[in-house]
């Protein structure tokens, strides 16, 4: 039989070593540590104020000050149109012409009432003349004189219609020619030969000769700024000297498709651009070249929320924090900052993205290149040139120890 008590001191025994093979398992079975977060370098920037370089300008379009939309004043088919688009038109050119047939007959009728009561006024004015000289004999009353009289002025009324009619119909027949009123440049055809169109239809647009306007566009933010009579300069986008332009209207209200506001320059002079071409404007109340103001690139720039921020650098802590700032403008592609940094802070001018706040960080140090150096220095540099030996002196035993005298 076995001893109860050796029994019981091998279960002893047995318990350590089964409490080491579990911490073990748990040790082998648990998660490992992370890593530590690595220490990001950064370069700063320091704040400080400059000078703003760009300044607005804006595209723009030389036109007319005056440009008309000629239509017909009658209805009717186009037959015929002698204006082309470019061309340059004088007053009293024909433009373009309708079928006149129609009108021609009208006219034709016209003529022929006005024939027919200019009889009926005649014969009218015969018999109050036959009747005069029966009343001064005193063969009839006056009342039939008088009846005689009221028929003559209704004839005479209904001739001077017949007439201003003939004249309304031959009038109508003439506005079947379209002509120009004015001289100016084809810049626009709306209608062609064989097409239909009612009266007062655009068939013909004409840029009067005369005074240039430069037409551009602003948006709401700016147009506040624009006052009539201020200054504007113009120059055109393919080259050439500088214009001097003075704003004439300011729309009141903006376009209903790009909700910006219309401006028109009047210019004037010989080198004044072509009709139609494109020109830059730089309006002289917007020009903020030379401007102190603070800037930033736009790699320092993150979003935070609905707010723009930059990360501040503490130096002494060697950590960074969030900061909002105010943007107002662009300048170039740097960012025009308009509060919210005050000259001499640190900020962190790239890798904005992979910061987080109260993150240690290292300032960047660029490496600075050593001079090259050419092989033949290097070789003077690590050649040892001896000094010239004298023989004898190389041959000459080391000199004897001194005595103890």
């Known amino acids: 039989m076995r001893n109860p008590s050796a029994q019981r001191s091998s279960s002893w025994l047995s318990r350590p070593l089964l409490v080491l093979a579990s911490v073990a398992l748990l040790a082998a079975c648990s998660r490992p540590a992370p890593p530590e977060a690595p220490v990001r370098s950064v370069k700063l920037l320091t704040v400080g104020v400059g000078a703003l370089q760009s300044s607005l300008e804006y595209s723009g379009e030389v036109r007319a000050r005056v440009e008309s939309r000629l239509g017909f004043r009658v209805a009717g088919k186009i037959v015929k149109r002698q204006a082309e688009l470019g061309q340059h038109v004088r007053a009293g050119q024909v433009l373009a012409q309708l079928d ?26 015969a018999d109050y003349k036959r009747y005069q000289a029966l009343k001064d004999q005193n063969f009839i009353s006056g009342a039939e004189l008088e009846r005689r009289d009221a028929t003559l002025k209704a ?69 506040t700024a624009i006052a009539p009579d201020s200054e504007v300069a113009v120059r055109g986008w ?17 376009d209903a498709s790009t909700r910006t506001y219309q401006v028109k320059v009047a210019i004037e002079g010989a080198d004044v651009p072509p009709l139609g071409s494109t020109v ?38 060697g950590t960074v924090k969030s ?39 290292l300032v960047y140090q660029p490496k600075v290149a050593s001079a090259p150096v050419s092989k033949a220095q290097t070789a003077t540099n690590t050649v040892a040139i001896p000094a010239p030996v004298n023989a004898t002196a190389a041959a000459v035993a080391p000199a004897a120890p001194a005595s103890a005298n």
Not at 110 to 120: D, E, K, Y
């Open 100 to 125: 006149p047939k129609d009108y021609q007959l009208a006219t034709d009728a016209a003529r022929a009432q006005l024939a027919s009561a200019t009889t009926q006024r005649d014969l009218a004015a």
């Open 155 to 223: 004839a005479q009324s209904t001739l001077d219609q017949a007439r201003a009619q003939l004249s309304s119909q031959g009038n109508q027949a003439a506005y079947t020619t379209l002509i120009a009123d004015v001289s100016g440049v084809v810049t626009g055809i709306d209608a062609e030969p064989g097409q239909v169109v009612s009266a007062g239809t655009p068939v013909v647009r004409i840029a009067q000769d005369g005074p240039r306007d430069v037409v551009f566009a602003v948006p709401e933010d700016k147009v």
């Open 238 to 254: 393919s080259g050439g000297a500088e214009l001097l332009g003075r704003v004439r209207e300011v729309a009141a209200s903006a």
């Open 280 to 317: 830059y404007v730089k309006p002289k109340v917007l020009n903020h070249a030379g401007v102190p103001a603070i800037k930033l690139p736009t790699s320092a720039l993150r979003q935070e929320g609905q707010a723009t921020a930059v990360w501040l650098y503490d130096a002494a802590s």
């Open 323 to 361: 900061h909002v700032v105010q943007i107002a403008t662009a300048d170039g592609n740097e960012a025009v900052v308009a509060g919210g940094l005050t000259p001499g802070m640190q900020v962190v001018a790239t890798g904005v993205h992979v910061l987080s706040p109260g993150q240690k960080v």
